[in-house]
């Protein structure tokens, strides 16, 4: 018979600092397994983390036949699975299965993702201290007293809608540096701080940190990484917040030896950007929509997409592989440089404002 282990509750007062670093536009969906009719067998397809798998053999499988059973799943109403002193867990597939939970503490682990949209019974979430890039499933019923590093890769929004996060406007007091309305949280600066009541009396306090975390999923180039955390992050703490991102007009990100620019799409304040003579076979520049100079020169871009850049008036997209280029849409552009690529056609028509053109070494007809 195996020794059964229950871990030891975490008093939630502990968890009295809140961070949601940077709010995603939306919620991402991530596919969970949905609760399956009859027993449950406890393996690796259905719990893929063998930490998270042995925390339900131990605690959950009475009769110590790696399998659990309806009666065993229904009986299932708590999950109190944070890290203390134990292995951390990063997938916790598989809590889809305990549609009786009302209570989960998964905080302090190593969670990327977390979907409880099939426990719809959870009254109370304590996700902190995950860096988690998609929370899925909350309610209005739900409560969420610790949620630490939700980041995803788009771009910043100025507000967030409490529901989106299972928080209770009317359990929100003593907010500073924030309004809400409709049920909206719009912040005056880029922290925000609350006290917030869980229930049975018991309140903590919360902070709100708008920014995006300056990490490998965010920026996953990691010459570029360092420059924009050397560069942009100037009270180093490893968060570009708004007011960060805001002041960057100009980047100068060249010869660095970067492969992907991944992340510059934050900066839609930027209106330069020279990240030529580097080792970059795409870019996407379709966020930064103030770009008024563009220097991509000497890369090795196969393809350049301008069009939603209007404001250009400079653009040196020279020594690349560029099979194509429409400037049809950048009326404002006074000198191009496109020389040394592999274009067959090239239509200025539009572009009335021109001074400068340079296209040698091209397959012009």
């Known amino acids: 018979m195996k020794k059964k282990k229950t871990l030891a509750l975490l008093a939630a007062a502990a968890m009295c600092s809140t961070t949601l670093l940077y709010y995603p536009a939306g919620i991402f969906a991530v596919p969970l397994p949905t609760a399956a009719e009859g ?18 053999d131990e605690n959950f499988d009475t009769t110590d036949d790696d399998m659990l059973t309806v009666e065993e799943i229904a009986a299932v109403t708590e999950i109190n699975f944070y890290s203390a ?9 598989g809590v889809a299965y305990f549609t009786a939970l009302t209570y989960l503490d998964c905080s302090s682990n190593q969670l990327t993702s977390l979907d409880v949209s099939q426990n719809t019974m959870l009254e109370y979430l304590d996700c902190g201290y995950n860096p988690l890039l998609a929370l899925n499933g909350v309610s209005d019923t739900l409560l969420i007293c ?17 529901k989106d996060y299972g928080i209770v406007e009317e359990s929100i007091s003593d907010l500073t540096d924030g309004t809400i309305t409709d049920g909206v949280l719009t912040p005056d600066a880029d922290k925000v701080t609350y006290t917030y009541a869980c229930g049975s009396g018991e309140t903590i306090a919360c902070t709100i940190q708008f920014g995006i975390t300056v990490n490998e999923a965010n920026f996953p180039d990691e010459a570029f990484r360092t420059y924009v955390s050397n560069s942009f992050d100037t009270d180093a703490d490893g968060i570009l917040t708004i007011g960060e991102i805001a002041a960057v007009t100009t980047m100068t990100a060249f010869d660095m030896g970067i492969t992907d620019l991944t992340g510059v799409a934050y900066f839609t304040a930027l209106t330069r950007l020279d990240c030529y003579g580097n080792q970059l076979k795409s870019l996407d520049v379709s966020k930064n929509s103030a770009l008024t100079h563009l220097y991509c020169h000497s890369n090795q871009l196969t393809s350049l997409d301008v069009s939603k850049n209007t404001a250009l008036t400079d653009l040196y997209c020279a020594s690349n592989q560029l099979t194509s280029l429409d400037v049809s849409e950048n009326t404002a552009l006074t000198n191009l440089n496109c020389a040394s690529n592999q274009l067959t056609s090239l239509d200025v028509s539009k572009n009335t404002a021109l001074n400068e053109l340079y296209c040698l070494g091209n397959q012009l007809t």
Do not use: H, K
């Not at 027993?39 to 339900?56: K, Q, W």
């Not at 002193?85 to 597939?93: A, N, P, R, Y």
């Open 85 to 93: 002193g134990i292995t951390t867990v990063s997938d916790l597939t």
């Open 39 to 56: 027993d449950v067998e406890i393996n690796a397809v259905n719990f893929p983390d063998e930490t998270f798998r042995t925390y339900v």
């Open 146 to 162: 610790s949620v630490d590093s939700l980041a995803a890769a788009e771009l910043l929004t100025a507000s967030v809608t409490l």
